[in-house]
């Protein structure tokens, strides 16, 4: 039965469009919230071809593997193109096509995914909205951002006349972006609370409509039923924009339950229009103008009272704020100052000299250090900070190394005072690095260019010499457990390959176990860990055995530090009964997930809370981090990883927010599970407490395997 065929038959079996309100899914399940969950036939839905099992609750879960993005594609064309009927009229005019991977969910108030309201989850909830509001705008600014300082790069140089049609078109494509920022805004402030976008962009399109604009800004102004329409500027604001799709969120719901079904698709977006609009332009637009300046207000007191302190202090305070996901935060009111002012001499002029400093510490540590491990982690991490991407030094080797982030927070501070005595300013929403450092570009003051790239240029050197001179390989955790498992022999020293220690150890501070030179001689396959014969780490006596027995033993690593826990003790039926394959469980104590074994990411969800690895020697592998979590979007997950990419034992492949994730009511436990269990044999080595890189489970191939293999 092929893909479509299947996805027909799991149509049907759930009981058609007319009885789904909403269709997700994660990395191996279709998720259904049904209108009358007693229409989804369990024991046919089984029987399709490709289904590996069904789990019924607040949503009815098809697990289909690793085909479920073909699945979810064929099922979703099949429900938007069935019609909507009336059990699927609050859908079906909610967003028409809207249902997607990451739609809905906790945050929404999707079905299946909606969680009784708490005080604790408040934080959690708002800073998943800034994320997922602002975010996917970010590409769109920040490229329009680094257009127009080139373009005043290319006037500064004498390329282009200003007073030139060819440079007044050009401007006019990045003008463009900010112009219709509202629009950008309220696009993605509807998808988030599954608004109906087309509803979404006509109302917000009116506050930038030339008739209204020309309208409100004549003499005496215009007046609506008798009541004078506020003459507001409303290009690249944000405010306004959000809390009109807000309330036409509310609006729409309310109108989607208690409307006949026939003249729904109508009536909804109409009362939307009759009873957003005049609110937005009499009061929301107002409102959330004046909410623009307010935070413009603020970061600018906050700047002019304490001027280059301010900016220092910022610097200075950015790994421990970026550590938590908190620096999400400043992206709505720096936009907004932006937009009000045209620059930004606050959080992006701290985040330069942040971005620099971590570059020059991690430049540092990979000249200092004598594992070679390290060194290769901190040179990756060094210029992937040079170029304004922080987290890979930030996770992989500052914040693991007391000495490390001493000199992060000295570099960024002390280049955050240069750059904010002398007042260098931003005129582009991007992470500041070498590639686009030409947002400092002033074409009324060259020395704001030249300012920032001596800021840049005092990061590096500080952060860098100050490393230099504190770091001690004796002092790193990371080290000292490399040394123990080698009886003391430094790394360096032993003539290792980079890979023969994994990365967990390096980051985790844990020495991770390698598989006996032999395993790969006997069996003619490379051991998942990449180890060598010259490997640091001691054989485990597991390894040695297997290698002398002539097996094909895998070792996977622990991705997580935390607590080992059955998976058949796990609250989800899915890996409790092993349908998704055997392995293990970890409930985390530390949100950095690694990956258990050597090999290829062949799987990673769009939410990033799970990831699927094909090990070098045919082991496939999932890690789901906590269940149920594909509902928060990807808000409390940074993904260092992509599809396609090789990845060594101990990889940083996510960083998880634990406590936005458990704040938001989802439980942690990260199930580790061998997809294709059937052609192993899979054992749990570890009980109690784990540490990440410790053996967790051990993967030997079955007899048939093995004797071929050893043929």
Not at 100 to 117: D, V
């Amino acid at each position: 039965m092929t893909t479509t065929e299947s996805a027909q038959a799991i149509f049907d079996n759930v009981g058609g469009a007319a009885n789904i309100s909403k269709l997700q899914h994660c990395s191996t399940r279709l998720r259904f919230a049904l209108v009358d969950d007693t229409l989804a036939d369990e024991a046919a839905l089984k029987a399709v071809p490709g289904v590996i099992g069904v789990v019924k609750g607040p949503q009815t879960q098809v697990i289909v593997g690793s085909k479920v993005a073909e699945m979810y594609t064929a099922v979703e064309k099949l429900r938007t193109s069935g019609g909507s009927g009336a059990a699927a009229g609050a859908a079906a005019d909610g967003s028409g096509a809207g249902g997607s991977a990451t739609t809905g969910g906790a945050a929404s108030g999707g079905p299946g995914g909606r969680k009784p309201f708490s005080w604790k989850r408040t934080g959690s909830v708002f800073m998943d909205f800034v994320v997922s509001v602002f975010t996917p705008i970010i590409p769109a600014i920040a490229g329009a951002g680094i257009f127009k300082s080139l373009l005043v790069l290319a006037s500064a140089l004498g390329w282009l006349d200003p007073t030139t049609d060819n440079f007044k078109l050009l401007s006019a494509i990045p003008d463009a972006v900010f112009g219709f920022l509202p629009l950008l805004v309220a696009y993605t402030t509807a998808k988030k609370l599954d608004v109906n976008r087309p509803v979404a962009l006509g109302l917000v399109g009116l506050l930038l409509f030339p008739a209204f604009t020309a309208l409100v800004a004549q003499e005496g102004g215009v007046a609506l039923f008798g009541l004078t329409v506020p003459n507001v500027n409303y290009n690249a604001q944000v405010f306004p924009a959000i809390i009109s799709v807000v309330v036409l969120w509310g609006v729409e719901r309310l109108f989607t339950k208690i409307t006949w079904a026939p003249i729904r698709t109508f009536f909804v977006p109409l009362m939307g229009f009759i009873i957003v609009a005049p609110l937005m332009i009499f009061v929301l637009g107002p409102l959330g103008y004046g909410l623009g300046t307010l935070l413009t207000g603020a970061m600018l007191g906050l700047y002019n009272t304490l001027g280059w302190v301010a900016v220092m202090l910022l610097a200075g305070v950015l790994p421990l704020i970026i550590s938590v996901g908190m620096h999400k935060a400043f992206i709505p009111p720096t936009l907004a100052t932006v937009a009000a002012s045209g620059k930004d001499s606050f959080y992006l002029v701290a985040s330069l000299a942040h971005n620099m400093s971590e570059a020059g510490s991690s430049f540092a540590v990979a000249l200092r250090t004598k594992n070679r491990t390290l060194r290769a982690t901190a040179i990756s991490a060094g210029v992937s900070a040079l170029f304004g991407i922080t987290e890979p030094a930030l996770y992989g080797v500052t914040l693991q190394n007391r000495r490390a982030l001493i000199s992060v927070v000295a570099g960024s501070m002390t280049a955050g005072a240069y750059l904010g005595l002398t007042q260098v300013s931003a005129f582009a929403v991007v992470s500041p690095g070498a590639a686009s450092i030409s947002m400092f570009i002033d074409g009324a003051n060259p020395w704001n260019f030249l300012n920032a790239l001596i800021g840049l240029v005092i990061a590096i050197a500080v952060s860098f010499t100050v490393s230099a001179i504190l770091w001690r390989d004796s002092d790193s955790g990371t080290v000292r457990a490399l040394e123990n498992a080698n009886g003391g022999r430094d790394a360096a020293a032993t003539g290792t390959s980079t890979a023969a220690v994994p990365a967990a150890s390096v980051v985790a501070g844990t020495a991770a176990p390698r598989h006996a030179a032999s395993d790969a001689a006997v069996s003619g396959t490379p051991s998942s860990a990449s180890v060598d014969a010259d490997a640091d780490a001691e054989a485990p006596a597991a390894d040695a055995s297997a290698a002398a027995a002539g097996t094909t033993m895998t070792a996977l690593l622990s991705p997580l530090t935390g607590e080992v826990v059955p998976l058949d003790s796990v609250d989800d039926a899915v890996f409790s009964a092993g349908i998704l394959g055997q392995g293990a469980a970890v409930r985390p104590t530390d949100g950095a997930v690694r990956a258990p074994l050597g090999g290829t990411v062949t799987a990673l969800m769009d939410s990033k809370h799970a990831v699927g690895i094909r090990g070098d020697n045919g082991v496939e592998v999932l890690v789901h981090v906590g269940l149920d979590t594909v509902q928060l979007e990807g808000a409390p997950f940074t993904a260092h990883v992509s599809i396609g990419d090789r990845v060594d034992a101990g990889q940083l492949l996510v960083t998880a927010d634990l406590d936005a994730i458990r704040a938001a009511g989802y439980d942690t436990i990260t199930p580790v599970v061998v997809v294709n269990s059937d052609d192993y044999t899979v054992t749990v080595d570890q009980t109690g407490a784990v540490q990440a890189g410790e053996p967790l489970v051990s993967v030997t191939a079955k007899e048939k395997e093995n004797a071929h293999g050893a043929a």
